[in-house]
């Protein structure tokens, strides 16, 4: 067994490293500040640079000019990206667009690929990836309202739907529909391309967050598909494939989320430790020597450190051995990662005191932001009982 990186990405990692420190991060305080559109020209700056450098797109296959990355090996980049929330953004390889990406370069036309792909790729457009309703349940999305009628050549969706992420300024979403309301619960949805200038796409809202609405890209918005008419040509694969393809897309995605959220894992314990080994707690004291800082600082690390070897192995058990295999590792990573960082951002927070609750640091951004982590691509209840059910099949049950 090797635990070193891989030679293959080693320079490319160190570079991105760097990057990252010196070219990114500055600029989260002024895109945080204007926002993602009025910041848009800063951002486009960014990614030319990237692009420039030959680092553009490391999820993204070689023949649509992206670095063609196995999955450890992207799994690794998005913990570096990770470091910062422009990260991943400025390289090309953002939720939702990068999972879009995946199922458009497998399942495309020539045509879809020619008119959505590729211009995705270059990181010309935006898209979303429209699932979930408000009135149904999203941890059980085969409940589904949201319907494709075939007229003539073409569909009419009619539904409404929300947290549909990066919606806003997006160019197209992809839809998910009934299509085949008879057929059994995982065959009755396809994937459906609408482009957002098609009439009957309303974007009623961008969903407050916490008190934040957000904008462009950082956004998760409301839509209602009212008489939505698009050619069939625009369906992505088969009829009844959607939920086929949605798990597809899901099991990349949650390596690509976990090992990002092992980034700011690392970003997080660097503020934390930095704080608390110069906060004094009297004249010559720090926050440092305090048994209840030190007990939060080892185990932030032993729980960072299982993560990243928790989320490798399934990245590489995917890759090596194929997605069923992995299933349980998927799972497991999900639910235990996601809790590993929202448990150090708040703890992270309660030493920095009033301080942590303020902007003045990365720590409120992460605690607003990332808290749908336990919510989204499965929340952890879910997760929980399947990997248990599989667990006492074993035994029987
Ligand atoms: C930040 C964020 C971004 C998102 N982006 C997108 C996007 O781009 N596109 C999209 O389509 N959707 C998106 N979603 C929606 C997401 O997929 C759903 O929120 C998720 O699937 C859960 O569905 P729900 O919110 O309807 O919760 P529900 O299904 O109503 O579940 C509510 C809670 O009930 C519990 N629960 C549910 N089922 C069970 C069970 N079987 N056993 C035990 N407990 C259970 C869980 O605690 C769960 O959190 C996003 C969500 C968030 C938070």
Same mark, same amino acid.
């Given at each position: 067994?090797?635990?070193?990186?891989? @030679?293959?990405?080693?320079?490319?990692?160190?570079?991105?490293?760097?990057?990252?420190?010196?070219v990114?991060?500055?600029?989260?305080?002024?895109?945080?500040e204007?926002?993602?559109?009025?910041?848009? %020209?800063r951002?486009?700056?960014?990614?030319?640079?990237?692009? @420039?450098?030959?680092?553009?797109? %490391? /999820?993204?296959?070689?023949?649509?000019?992206?670095?063609?990355?196995?999955?450890?090996?992207?799994?690794?980049?998005?913990?570096?990206?990770?470091?910062?929330?422009?990260?991943?953004?400025?390289?090309?390889?953002?939720?939702?667009?990068?999972?879009?990406?995946?199922?458009?370069?497998?399942?495309?036309?020539?045509?879809?690929?020619?008119?959505?792909?590729?211009?995705?790729?270059?990181?010309?457009?935006?898209?979303?990836?429209?699932? =979930?309703?408000?009135?149904?349940?999203?941890?059980?999305?085969?409940?589904?309202s949201? =319907?494709?009628?075939?007229?003539? =050549?073409?569909?009419?969706?009619?539904?409404?739907?929300?947290?549909?992420?990066?919606?806003?300024?997006?160019?197209?979403?992809?839809?998910?529909a009934?299509?085949?309301?008879?057929?059994?619960?995982?065959?009755?949805?396809?994937?459906?391309?609408?482009?957002?200038?098609t009439?009957?796409?309303?974007?009623?809202?961008?969903? +407050?967050?916490?008190?934040?609405?957000?904008?462009?890209?950082? /956004?998760?918005?409301?839509?209602?598909y009212r008489?939505?008419?698009?050619?069939?040509?625009?369906?992505?694969g088969? &009829?009844?494939?959607?939920f086929?393809?949605?798990?597809?897309r899901?099991?990349?995605?949650?390596?690509?989320?976990?090992?990002?959220?092992?980034?700011?894992?690392?970003?997080?314990?660097?503020?934390?430790?930095?704080?608390?080994?110069?906060?004094?707690?009297?004249?010559?004291?720090?926050?440092?020597t305090?048994?209840?800082?030190? @007990?939060?600082?080892?185990?932030?690390?032993?729980?960072?450190?299982?993560?990243?070897?928790?989320?490798?192995?399934?990245?590489?058990?995917?890759?090596? +051995?194929?997605?069923?295999?992995?299933?349980?590792?998927?799972?497991?990573? +999900?639910?235990?990662v996601?809790?590993?960082?929202?448990?150090?951002?708040?703890?992270?927070?309660?030493?920095?005191?009033?301080?942590?609750?303020?902007?003045?640091?990365?720590?409120?951004?992460?605690y607003?932001?990332?808290?749908g982590?336990?919510?989204?691509?499965?929340?952890? &209840?879910?997760? +929980?009982?399947?990997?248990?059910?599989?667990?006492?099949?074993?035994?029987?049950?």
């Amino acid at each position: 067994m090797d635990f070193d990186l891989p @030679a293959s990405v080693r320079p490319l990692l160190e570079k991105i490293e760097k990057f990252v420190a010196d070219v990114v991060m500055p600029a989260e305080a002024e895109v945080m500040e204007k926002g993602f559109v009025a910041s848009a %020209p800063r951002l486009a700056e960014l990614r030319a640079q990237v692009k @420039a450098a030959g680092m553009w797109g %490391p /999820s993204l296959p070689k023949d649509v000019g992206g670095l063609g990355l196995s999955l450890v090996e992207h799994g690794l980049v998005s913990e570096r990206l990770g470091r910062s929330p422009l990260g991943h953004y400025v390289f090309g390889c953002q939720a939702p667009d990068a999972g879009n990406l995946e199922i458009l370069h497998k399942y495309g036309s020539a045509e879809q690929k020619a008119t959505w792909l590729e211009p995705l790729a270059r990181g010309d457009i935006r898209s979303c990836f429209s699932m =979930t309703e408000p009135e149904n349940p999203g941890s059980n999305p085969t409940i589904m309202s949201t =319907t494709a009628r075939k007229d003539g =050549t073409d569909y009419v969706i009619d539904g409404h739907k929300w947290f549909t992420t990066a919606a806003d300024g997006a160019a197209f979403a992809i839809v998910m529909a009934v299509t085949n309301p008879e057929a059994s619960a995982h065959a009755r949805a396809s994937m459906i391309i609408v482009p957002t200038d098609t009439q009957g796409f309303e974007l009623t809202r961008n969903i +407050k967050i916490m008190g934040d609405p957000g904008e462009g890209y950082g /956004s998760h918005s409301e839509i209602w598909y009212r008489g939505v008419r698009v050619p069939q040509a625009n369906r992505l694969g088969p &009829e009844g494939a959607g939920f086929l393809i949605a798990q597809e897309r899901l099991g990349p995605g949650r390596i690509h989320h976990c090992m990002r959220w092992i980034g700011i894992c690392e970003r997080v314990f660097d503020t934390m430790c930095n704080h608390i080994t110069r906060r004094k707690i009297d004249d010559e004291k720090t926050l440092a020597t305090r048994q209840i800082a030190q @007990a939060w600082v080892a185990e932030a690390r032993a729980e960072i450190n299982a993560s990243r070897l928790m989320v490798l192995h399934a990245a590489w058990t995917i890759e090596n +051995k194929g997605f069923d295999r992995a299933r349980d590792e998927v799972s497991t990573i +999900k639910f235990y990662v996601a809790d590993v960082m929202l448990r150090l951002v708040d703890r992270a927070i309660q030493l920095h005191g009033a301080l942590g609750i303020t902007s003045d640091t990365i720590l409120s951004y992460y605690y607003v932001h990332e808290r749908g982590a336990r919510i989204y691509d499965g929340p952890d &209840e879910v997760h +929980k009982m399947v990997v248990a059910k599989r667990i006492l099949s074993r035994y029987g049950r």
